[in-house]
């Protein structure tokens, strides 16, 4: 009868699970690169749809801007609804000297949380700052800019996840071995 070396099985058995976790570690890696820049498409998109209700609603319906900002809060998701049903009953509740310090500070706070980039923050910002202080068409001038500045970006993150989408799930699996590789 032949003896098994038990102690050589343990071994190898650890290395295959080792190696295992290592793949696996690596390939979520390159998966979370490719989610962040996916959540942050999806993220500004609702801004985007968020602003195109405002934009549309002011033009034709003229609502108060905390009753307009409420009612768009329940049409759209994520983070971007968050933030406008927060800045609708800020408004309401008068908290905050204006609207667009009630604005800033909403984002500032629930940016935080988001996947969006501080650029993107700078031009919901700058947007928040003509709240309630310009005329009709100089409103509309300003949602049409941030709706520019938002396609431009969405369009960009399009790109960039049609090219490297799959590129980071494959770095992430080749690193894996790579590191395994090296190890062993």
Known sequence: MEKYNTKGDRTMFIQGVGALLIVSATTFAGYAFFAKDKY???????IERGILLMKNQISYLGT????????ISWKIEGVAGLAFQEIASRMEERQGNSADEIWESTWVELGKKSYLTAVDLNELMAFGRTLGFLEKEQQEGSMDMLLHYLREVEERINKRLDKNGRLYFSMGVLGGLLMVITLL
């Open 40 to 46: 942050r498409l999806k993220e500004l998109g609702e």
């Open 64 to 71: 108060p801007l905390a009753q307009l900002l409420d009612e």
